[in-house]
């Protein structure tokens, strides 16, 4: 072992020194170098920081820096992340789109565009004029459709959702405004009219029932009891035939 390395060493590191770090790494983590000011120090990570992507190598494991434009990459060539001001396409990352898709500010990267899709067309409505369906010969009717796929920013743009055209429909007349409710309150009051008569009919019939009743009890008390007949047969005294 050279004088100045050791194997005493902290952080995962498997030999180091106290000028440069770490030299070596222990088994499966990942040695990278840091600058700090104008030197580098090496140290052992379980896995490669942010703007690094990781390389397994028989003797040992590397953190490789990715592209200027990337900010984090799964290799040198496939950048996962851009940098502010760049759009991700394919692993690449581009200051413009290519024709055919536009950039999302949101997800930072290059998108299909997206055309507004409609539904179809709901039936026309009834003939109305003035939201009335009676009282005029010539109205409108309106159908209406849904949107089912709102555009992106280079798609294009929604269509109308409703229309009216011109329609005609026979001539009626509209049924007076409350009228319909007067004449349904007049038969209920008529109904409840005719409940009350027969009531009070029945009522009538009950009392003078109970009346003949009472009239006829309180003759029986008036009238005076027969005096009950005597027996002829019993009056006749017997003959006595012996003298």
């Keep these: 072992v050279h004088p100045n390395v050791s194997q005493g060493c902290q ?6 020194s106290d000028y440069n770090g770490c030299l070596s790494c222990k088994p499966r983590l990942f040695f990278v170098l840091e600058r700090i000011g104008m030197k580098q120090i090496g140290v052992c990570l379980s896995s490669c920081p942010s703007g ?13 820096k990715c592209k200027a434009d990337c900010e984090t990459c799964f290799t040198r060539n496939f950048c996962t992340k851009c940098k502010s001001g760049f759009y991700l396409y394919s692993g690449k990352c581009l200051e413009k789109c290519p024709d055919g898709l536009e950039a999302n500010n949101h997800t930072m990267e290059c998108t299909s565009i997206v055309h507004c899709e409609a539904s179809e067309w709901s039936p026309w409505s009834p003939c109305t004029k003035k939201g009335k369906t ?7 009717e309106v159908r209406v459709r849904e949107i089912v796929q709102h555009p992106s920013a280079k798609g294009n ?5 409703s229309e009216s055209r011109k329609c005609v429909v026979q001539r009626k007349r509209c049924q007076k405004e409350g009228k319909g409710k007067k004449n349904r309150e007049e038969k209920r009051k008529k109904i409840n009219k005719d409940e009350s008569k027969e009531t009070r009919q029945e009522s009538k019939g009950r009392a003078a029932r109970r ?9 029986n008390k008036m009238q005076p009891k027969k005096r ?3 027996n002829k047969e019993q ?3 017997p003959v006595d035939t012996a003298h």
């Design 52 to 64: 690094y992507y990781g390389t397994r190598y028989p003797d040992i494991n590397k953190c490789a």
């Design 134 to 140: 009676c009282g005029f010969k010539r109205g409108n």
């Design 235 to 237: 009056d006749l005294a």
């Design 228 to 230: 009950k007949a005597p």
């Design 11 to 16: 952080g995962g590191c498997a030999t180091c």
């Design 157 to 161: 743009p929604c269509p109308a959702t």
């Design 211 to 219: 009346q003949n009743r009472e009239q006829r009890e309180n003759n």
